[in-house]
């Protein structure tokens, strides 16, 4: 091997093969996903000590790339014939990047209508070649339907969080975490859609502290869109609502698990009202220089609130998952932006658009 690249990155099949559920054997299909930054806060934290895991930084954009290298692993080992998902954007586009890789198929299902997939997750399935279907109902009527014809069709590979290779994979974000910051945090908060990814990491720190690489488990903070929040509610959400469409999600597969993970992490699940999100959204673009997607920074809007509440002290130490980036989502960044200038190609005409407190 080459000098320089012995130590890379591996992926996350690779690089956690000894702490993962796989098939032995089965082949590490990855396009490097995993060891993406843990960065301080500078301003967000309002006393806290915080940190944003920047999951935006895997090869598609999103921490679904985690669980898609080992369920797509998996697939493989079992002589899987092509890959089905329902999702709200980043699982298909993370199933159709891995589905390229392996050299399989996938049949995407995903919420038909304006603004239920936002349109770098659409270009990025279109872009590996999947075949993506635009499902006449919503997220949760997708997943039902593909669970279905999954049923109906062994050799198809499911590849929802519902495959629990989704699982083993993503709560490699955890052992990161751990690894970054020399132990547990006190706190984690993360957004909550279709409640899988919360469980991986609560399985990931729990597998951690049992090995003895960490002393201490994180209490969770699983923050809701308000219109899409059964696991605060306790009721299932048929018309779930938000600007965060990433987790416009009504019936969670996982709620099972999450509200376990919840309830022994002495954690809890909190509602955020959109308007929320997309304040810890601008904040985070505009004061500490991260570009993530609305559903993401509802673990910012999380964990504010958490700090309204008393639950979380000054002091404390708490990691925000920062799911997605914001580039998935274009129309929601023109949106939230000050429209642009239009000037004449002149330093004048330039000049005169800087703000006021730098003219003179
Ligand atoms: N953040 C982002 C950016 C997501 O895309 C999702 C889920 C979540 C958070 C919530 O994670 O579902 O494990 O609770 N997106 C799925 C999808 C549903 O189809 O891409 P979860």
Partial sequence: MPAGTVAAWRGVVEEFRGDLSLPAGAPAVSLREGNTPLVPALRAGRGADLYFKIEGQNPTGSFKDRGMAVAVSGALADGARFLVCASTGNTSASAAAYAARAGLP???????GEGAVAKGKLAQALAFGARLVLVRGNFDQALAAVRALATARPDAALVNSVNPLRLEGQKTGAFEVVQQLGDAPQWLCI???????ISAYWRGFCEYRQAGRSTRVPRLVGAQAAGAAPLV???WVDR???VASAIRIGRPASAHLARAAVAEADGRFLAVADAAILEAYRFLAREEGIFCEPASAASLAGF?????QGLIRQGEQVVCILTGSGLKDPDRAVAEGDPPLEAEATPEALLGALPRALCD
């Fill in 191 to 197: 957004p909550v859609g279709n409640a899988g990814n």
């Fill in 106 to 112: 996938a049949l995407l299902a995903v919420p038909a």
């Fill in 304 to 308: 504010w609130a958490a700090q309204r």
């Fill in 240 to 242: 779930p609502e938000t």
């Fill in 233 to 235: 509610s306790g009721q």
